[in-house]
């Protein structure tokens, strides 16, 4: 059974720095593409960075500069690093991995970001 575990959210101010991790196992043929999605309260779900299994990375334009997405591809871990983060940031974030077709979402880590 695919699992995606998140882990490292929390209440930071504005301007401040937090990472976020994601522990994926139960594949047996490796993840393809994963990646960081959030949900601002009262919107829709958004793509924040993505990674392939050819190590390109893909950003939303509004956390370039800002945020780095990596993986450990032996430990089948996914991180973002989140700097100079903004009220705007906050939202639930969820990692999402791609096996074959099939997409996977672990069930989020709350992100807030006070002014």
């Known amino acids: 059974q695919v699992q995606l575990v998140e882990s490292g959210g929390g209440l930071v101010q504005a301007g401040g720095s937090l990472s976020l991790s994601c522990a994926a196992s139960?594949?047996?043929?490796?993840?393809?593409?994963m990646g960081w999605y959030r949900q601002p309260p009262g919107k829709q779900r958004e793509l924040v960075a993505r990674i392939s299994s050819t190590r390109s990375t893909d950003y939303a334009d509004s956390v370039k500069g800002r945020f780095t997405i990596s993986r450990d591809y032996a430990k089948n871990t996914l991180y973002l690093q989140m700097k100079s983060l903004k009220p705007e940031d906050t939202a639930v974030y969820y990692c999402h991995a791609i096996i074959s077709v099939i997409g996977y979402w672990g069930e989020g880590t709350q992100v807030t970001v006070s002014s």
């Open positions: 139960g594949s047996n043929f490796g993840f393809n593409s």
